[in-house]
C-alpha cells in the first residue's frame, strides 16, 4: 500500500466559516451572490450546489463576515444538524451553520468531500451546546485525519466512488425528467382534452384505504415482519425509505399504490414501493380498473385542492376518509384513461427500475466507503 500520512484539517485546507447579513434589511438579500444554509441540503441529494434558497447583494455581503468559497470548496453543515456535504459548484457564500474546507495542494477535493462523508459520525460525536450540537471551528480545525501522500491514489479512490455517485444521479434526473414529461402528458392529455370529461369523485376511479397506526410494542428495526410507514417523515422523492416494520400491520397498501399524507401538510405524494403498513398520518389510493398510473397524476393534479386542508384543523390541518372518497376530480372516458396509461406506464417502470438500481448503488458505495477512506482496500495499483 502506498503511504498515507496523519494530518489534522487544518493542514490539508482552510477552514472557513459563514455569516448571516441582518435580516431586517431587506436590501441585504435577492441578489446575485449565491448564500448557503443547512436547511438548503436538507432535501437536496447531489454533491455540487450552486446556489441556495435565498441570495444576497453585494451590500448584505459586505455587511457581515460570511466569506467568497472558491468552486471545489467542500461545505460541511456543523450546527443544525451536523453533517450535510456538499462541493461548491462555483463560487458561493455560506451562513454560520458551515465550516467549509478550501483544499490545499495537498488532497484532491473530491477525496476531501468523500473523507467527511466517512468522518461524519465522529465529527457529529465532537459537536457541543445546550440548545443544539455545533462542532467550533477550533475543534473543526483539530480533526485528525489520515489521507494517501500521493495525489494519484486519492484520485483514484474517488474516482471509484465518484463512478457510482454519478450514476445514482443520472438515474435521478432521468426519473425527474420523465415525471415531468408524465405530468406534462396528463395536462395535454387529460386537464387540457377536447373530449368531453364527467364530474364525478375519487372514490369512482379508486380504492381509499386510511392508515390505522399498530401498536408500538411491534415496530423493530430488524426487517421483522411488514414494512411500515407512519406518515411523510419516510417520503422520498417517488418512493419513502425504509426505516421501520411492524409484527402486527393492522392497514396494508398494494405495491405501486398512491400514498397521501393526510396530516399536515395534506397531500404530500409517494409511490408504494411494495405492500406496506400504513399508519395513521396515510392513506393509500388504489386504482379499481388498473389505471394507476392515471391514479397517481390524478393526485399530483389535486395538490392545490389538497392544500386547502392545511391548517383546518385544531392542532394541525388534516383530512377525513369522508373527504377523500369526495374529492371532486374530473373523469375522462375509458379510452382516454387506457391511452394515458399505454404511454406514462412504462415511463413509470423505468422510474422504479432506476429507483431499484440506485438502491444497489447506495448499498455498494456505502460499504466501500469505510474500506476505501481507510485504506483497507489498496487502489494503488488500479488503473482506472
Known sequence: ??????????????????????????????????????????????????????????????SCSTKMLPENSVLFSSR????????????????????????????????????LKYKKPDIEGMGSGTTFKEVSGNVMKNIVVRIPKDIKVQRRIAEILDSIDSKIENNNQINRNLSEQAMAIYKELILNSSEKCSEGVLSDIANI?????????????????SVFYQGRAEFGDRFP??????????????????????????????????????GRGLCSVASKDD???????????????????????????????????????????KALMDKFEEIVSPMD????????ENCRLITMRDSLLPKLMSGELDVSELDI
Not at 209 to 225: A, C, H, L, V
Not at 241 to 259: D, G, Y
Not at 349 to 356: C, G, V
Request: glycine share 8%; charged share 20%; proline share 4%.
Open 1 to 62: 500500500m502506498k503511504e498515507w500520512i496523519e494530518y489534522k484539517l487544518s493542514d490539508i485546507g482552510e477552514i472557513v466559516g459563514g455569516a448571516t447579513p441582518s435580516t431586517k434589511d431587506e436590501s441585504n438579500y435577492d441578489g446575485d451572490i449565491p448564500w448557503l444554509t443547512p436547511k438548503d441540503l436538507s432535501t437536496f441529494s447531489e454533491r455540487y450546489i450552486e446556489k441556495g434558497g435565498r441570495s444576497i447583494t453585494k451590500k448584505g455581503f459586505n
Open 80 to 115: 443544525a444538524p451536523i453533517g450535510y456535504v456538499v462541493i461548491a459548484a462555483n463560487e458561493i457564500c455560506t451562513n454560520q451553520g458551515f465550516k467549509s474546507v478550501i483544499p490545499n495542494e495537498k488532497v484532491y477535493f473530491l477525496f476531501l468531500y468523500y473523507l
Open 209 to 225: 384505504i386510511m392508515g390505522q397506526s399498530p401498536k408500538g410494542d411491534t415496530y423493530n428495526e430488524n426487517g421483522e415482519g
Open 241 to 278: 425509505t425504509r426505516r421501520l416494520f411492524t409484527t402486527a400491520p393492522k392497514r396494508m397498501a398494494k405495491e405501486n399504490s398512491v400514498l397521501m399524507s393526510v396530516r399536515a401538510p395534506v397531500g404530500d405524494v409517494n409511490v408504494a414501493y411494495e405492500a406496506c403498513c400504513i
Open 291 to 333: 389505471h394507476q398510473s392515471f391514479v397517481l397524476y390524478t393526485m399530483y393534479s389535486l395538490k392545490e385542492q389538497f392544500d386547502v386542508y392545511n391548517g383546518e384543523g385544531t392542532v394541525f390541518g388534516s383530512i377525513n376518509k369522508d373527504s377523500m372518497n369526495g374529492m371532486t376530480i374530473q373523469i375522462p372516458n
Open 349 to 356: 417502470a423505468i422510474i422504479k427500475a432506476n429507483y431499484e
